[in-house]
């Protein structure tokens, strides 16, 4: 590898912490106690993941493989029903919607082979795919809220003129769609321009020619547009049906 770090290094780069400590007490942010616990949480969970594939990477068990990618997919599924403050199935659809998004991608890299089933590269795929998602989804769930209260009354006026449930939220959720998708559309816009991702650039830190980086980038770019796209997609088709009752009624 072309880069080596120890626990030395570790120690001085962790010095770029107390910058983060040092605004947030100047400028009175109240940042500090997150900064350390987040912090501290971020190497305990970081050192627990490691040790675990390391495990699991030497047991290469189909099986083992399937139940992380699982793991990954409920955890991404659970913080993103979290931002969905109207739905009462906010979890549900975030899972069905993360599961199709993750397993939909990892299908088409597997079969195309892109990608080997085995642990090394399905769970950090897994991993990268539905926390993709996840934070896509969850921008549709706050958009989503935050129009259909501020058009409440353009929303009431196409039901009482005939319009189906479908037809009258219809603006709302395209506008939630492309929220959801916006941000990895730009990402891809500026990759390798403004930012060199983190595959890119461990693949380069580990001595892999650049070029053949390059490419692994490009598929990484491919399969989340993929995955924002399908995610985003499912959850908010799901999702706008929540905010009406049984009576085709809007519930705000």
Not at 76 to 87: C, D, I, P, Q
Not at 188 to 216: E, R
Request: a positive charge; hydrophobic letters at 55%; proline letters at 2%.
């Amino acid at each position: 590898m072309n880069l080596a770090v120890n626990d030395l290094s570790l120690l001085f780069a962790g010095m770029l912490v107390i910058v983060a400590l040092l605004i947030s007490y100047k400028e009175k942010l109240g940042f500090t106690k997150d900064i350390i616990i987040s912090v501290c949480r971020a190497i305990i969970q970081l050192v627990l993941v490691g040790y675990l594939l390391k495990y699991v990477f030497q047991l290469d068990n189909v099986i083992l493989t399937i139940v992380m990618a699982g793991i990954i997919i409920v955890n991404a599924a659970l913080n993103a029903g979290k931002r969905s403050n109207h739905l009462k199935n906010g979890f549900w659809i975030s899972l069905l919607a993360i599961f199709c998004s993750t397993g939909v991608t990892i299908g088409v890299l597997v079969l195309s082979g892109a990608i080997r089933f085995i642990p090394s590269q399905i769970i950090p795929i897994s991993g990268m795919i539905a926390s993709n998602s996840m934070i896509a989804i969850g921008l549709c769930y706050r958009n989503m809220d935050s129009l259909f209260h501020d058009q409440r009354q353009a929303v009431l006026e196409k039901l009482a003129l005939g319009a189906d449930i479908k037809l009258a939220s219809r603006s709302i959720v395209r506008a939630s769609i492309r929220t959801g998708m916006a941000p990895t559309i730009d990402s891809a816009k500026t990759v390798g321009i403004v930012s060199l991702p983190g595959m890119m650039s461990g693949l380069i830190f580990a001595g892999v020619d650049p070029v053949h980086a390059i490419k692994y980038q490009i598929m990484v770019t491919f399969m989340l547009l993929s995955a924002t796209s399908i995610g985003s997609v499912i959850a908010t088709y799901l999702a706008y049906k929540e905010y009406y009752n049984e009576r085709k009624q809007l519930i705000l």
